[in-house]
């Protein structure tokens, strides 16, 4: 993995200013990615996963939506101060971006062909023909038998993982360096979830690209991240590689996640649940936004808001009781060790 940076994010906030309040939907994020490498971003709906990508691409309806600070560097070039003629060359070339659902993101109107073919038109110095075949090679690249075929058929006449296969088609269709791909395998049962996960695997070591793959799965993240940044109400909580994350988490909102996945082996009745849900953006807490729903909260928390900070080597925190949840960690273990 090369060690240059491909997207280098500092400190990025987009609010959406509305009649009720401002709503602060990405606060102070920083992150960044390499050539090459799968960067997770994983939090429960509603923490800023998706705004994060849309900022990225520069696809904040504004108003009311707005880059209020931040950088978003990408070839040398602050995106934030891009014009919007120069995203257009950018976006579906150099970043390109799966979105959630494919049937509302792909046109009913139009066949799958002439929807790669767009891309390829914009993009490249080719003609209407070239970029037919150009389109069928894609389709045949991410495993959509009769390429032929479905070049000339319409959405609703594929399955939903073809069409999430033609999203694929189209999002690589021009080579990119970064592909986004924001929860591109929720509408979509586990064995189709498996294929496009491996498909994206294969795919990123084909072309050579880097991938933010954006889920609330910590499944997703595991099969298929580098390094992870775990967030929560429009912030990072914790950010490191995806084996220390799951061997060693380190924020109480990470353990939360991790004791909510069901496990084969263990017989219970219930899964454990993070109590509460994510707060009001319109009305956030006070210090730690975490602390209404955490079980180590104290007065601190609820005073004042914790910075993310390297606690380890590569491995960043923003918590001011990790000693507590390392105390947590312990007495568990020895109560498995004991069953």
């Known amino acids: 993995m090369s060690k240059e940076k491909l997207i280098d994010v500092k400190n990025l906030a987009t609010y959406f200013h509305t009649e009720e309040g401002t709503v602060k939907a990405v606060d102070g994020v920083s992150f960044e990615i390499y050539p090459g490498e799968t960067l997770g971003v994983v939090g ?4 800023g996963k998706s705004v994060t990508s ?6 904040i309806e504004s108003p009311p939506g707005k880059i209020e600070t931040g950088e978003i560097i990408f070839d040398n070039k602050d995106l934030t101060k891009s014009t919007q003629k120069e995203m257009r060359k950018i976006r579906g070339n150099d970043i390109s971006m799966i979105f959630q659902e494919p049937m509302t993101s792909l046109n009913p109107v139009y066949t799958v062909g002439d929807q790669i073919m767009e891309a390829i038109l914009i993009h490249k ?7 037919r075949q150009e389109s069928i090679d894609m389709l045949t690249k991410v495993g959509i038998p ?6 000339d058929e319409y959405p ?15 999002a690589l269709s021009c080579d990119p360096q970064l592909l986004i791909a924001d929860e591109p395998t929720t509408a979509l049962d586990v064995t189709i979830q498996a294929q496009i996960l491996e498909l994206m695997n294969g795919l990123k070591d084909q072309f050579g690209m880097a991938i933010m793959m954006i889920t609330h799965d910590l499944g997703v993240i595991a099969e298929v991240s580098d390094r ?3 967030m929560y109400a429009g912030k990072i909580v914790e950010y490191t590689d995806v084996e220390t994350l799951y061997a060693n988490p380190k924020h109480p909102y990470t353990w939360g ?5 069901p496990h084969i082996e263990k017989d219970v009745d219930r899964l454990q649940a993070i109590p509460g849900s994510v707060p009001n953006p319109l009305d956030f807490p006070q210090g ?4 209404t729903r955490c079980p180590f909260a104290t007065d601190k928390c609820r005073e004042v808001e914790p910075e993310i900070e390297e606690i380890e080597e590569s491995h960043q925190v923003a918590c001011w009781h990790v000693d507590k949840l390392e105390e947590a960690k312990a007495k568990e273990k020895k109560e498995k060790e004991k069953e």
């Open 156 to 170: 609703h006449q594929l399955s939903g993982g073809m069409r999430q296969r033609v999203m694929i088609a189209m």
């Open 44 to 47: 429960e709906s509603g923490c």
């Open 228 to 230: 992870v940044a775990v």
């Open 54 to 59: 849309l900022s990225i691409m520069r696809l």
């Open 125 to 131: 110095d080719v003609n209407k023909k070239q970029a």
């Open 257 to 261: 996640l991790m004791h909510s996945i």
């Open 146 to 151: 009769l390429p032929e075929q479905r070049v």
């Open 288 to 291: 730690c936004k975490y602390n």
